[in-house]
Nanobody, 113 residues
Framework: QVQLVESGGGLVQAGGSLRLSCAAPGSISSINAMGWYRQAPGKQRETVAIITSGGNTNYIDSVKGRFTISKDNAKNTLYLQMNSLKPEDTAVYYC???????WGQGTQVTVSS
């Protein structure tokens, strides 16, 4: 079973930046698509951003212009650059494949006002 390991979360003030990383144990170059997802307290998990094998990206409206998803096939790593963070971005962030597979532990992002 593929184990994805998320890292890079932390506590940051509003307006700050973080870069999340997601390490896959094997090659991701042939993976159809991968994404970042988040779950805030008391809310359902939502899709934040998706990147296809061809590099096409999609974002939820609330993060457009602030977040950037990217991947490094040579390092088998998925990234999420998050700028201009807002308190409403506070959540546990997860990476996963499309379609979904087993969830990792995620990484906590907390944005203080």
């Amino acid at each position: 079973q593929v184990q994805l390991v998320e890292s890079g979360g932390g506590l940051v003030q509003a307006g700050g930046s973080l870069r999340l990383s997601c390490a896959a144990p094997g090659s991701i170059s042939s993976i159809n698509a991968m994404g970042w997802y988040r779950q805030a307290p008391g809310k359902q998990r939502e899709t934040v951003a998706i990147i296809t094998s061809g590099g096409n990206t999609n974002y939820i409206d609330s993060v457009k212009g602030r977040f950037t998803i990217s991947k490094d096939n040579a390092k088998n790593t998925l990234y999420l650059q998050m700028n201009s963070l807002k308190p409403e971005d506070t959540a546990v962030y997860y990476c996963n494949f499309v379609p979904l597979r087993a969830w990792g532990q995620g990484t906590q992002v907390t944005v203080s006002s």
